[in-house]
């Protein structure tokens, strides 16, 4: 069974620093790629982050300059580091798969279940 496992979220004062990190296990075969994404109280789930398997990254433009995004692909682990972080950046945190093949089929999108970020001002 795949699941994606998100970890690293919390309570920080703005300012501050977290690293997210969303681990897949189960039987993969691949990953075309992995990111982040982010859904405030009231708000619609949006893109923060993204990253291929070849290295290639996305990111949206409220956090360029201040997060970045990171991809171990042995241990099918993605990793978010934030810095600089604003209360704006609350929201829960989900992990992203995109075009996961297993050897019993094909996942265009899988998530994970999300990790509660909030930043007090």
């Known amino acids: 069974q795949v699941q994606l496992v998100e970890s690293g979220g919390g309570l920080v004062q703005a300012g501050g620093s977290l690293r997210l990190s969303c681990a897949a296990s189960?039987?993969?075969?691949?990953?075309?790629?992995m990111g982040w994404y982010r859904q405030a109280p009231g708000k619609q789930r949006e893109l923060v982050a993204t990253i291929t398997s070849g290295g290639s990254t996305n990111y949206a433009d409220s956090v360029k300059g201040r997060f970045t995004i990171s991809r171990d692909n042995p241990k099918i682990t993605v990793y978010l580091q934030m810095n600089s972080l604003k209360p704006e950046d609350t929201a829960v945190y989900y992990c992203?798969?995109?075009?996961?093949?297993?050897?019993?089929?094909?996942?265009?999108?899988?998530w994970g279940r999300g990790t509660q970020v909030t930043v007090s001002s």
């Open positions: 992203n798969a995109r075009g996961l093949y297993t050897p019993n089929g094909y996942y265009g999108d899988f």
């Open positions: 189960g039987s993969i075969l691949s990953i075309n790629a």
